[in-house]
């Protein structure tokens, strides 16, 4: 079963796209936080973050940037947000995957589908391409 981590800084929204994903056949937690998904990411690792760009305290990148610096933490990106894809890639590019708030639930599972049997990553950190609405990097 793929894990999934949700980071959003409004709970509601997290919470039920946590118990959406779970429905869809997901190990999905949920924190609304940078700070509390990075300590859950040191104990337990999962296989994709999904998380908010703009979050007080620690933004989506930083996370992002720090989990992958963690032991043991594999895990594939998707950013999520209401900024363009353009804006988006002109702040940061760190990121496996981009999805712009709002979306349809089947978008993100086709998205984790997709990023946990796809080529892995560059040494950068970012898998190549272009980025669309709702695609992969």
Avoid: W
């Avoid at 509601?12 to 994903?21: I, N, P, Q, S, V």
């Avoid at 940078?34 to 760009?53: H, S």
């Avoid at 599972?109 to 980025?131: C, E, F, H, K, Y």
Wanted: proline fraction near 5%.
């Amino acid at each position: 079963m793929i894990s999934v981590l949700v980071v959003d800084d409004e709970p509601d929204f997290a919470d039920t796209l946590g118990e959406a994903l779970q429905h869809a056949g997901f190990a999905a937690a949920v924190c609304h936080d940078g700070y509390q998904a990075l300590e859950k990411l040191r104990l337990n690792p999962c296989d994709v973050l999904i998380t908010d760009f703009m979050m007080p305290g620690m933004r989506g990148s930083a996370l992002i940037e720090s989990a992958r610096r963690l032991p043991h933490c594999a895990t594939r990106s998707i950013l999520m947000s209401s900024f363009s894809p353009s804006d988006i890639q002109e702040m940061y590019t760190g990121h496996d995957a981009y999805i712009r708030k709002p979306f349809g639930i089947d978008t993100l599972v086709g998205m984790i589908s997709a990023l946990r049997t796809a080529a892995p990553t560059s040494d950068s950190g970012t898998a190549t391409g272009n980025q669309d609405r709702d695609g992969l990097r």
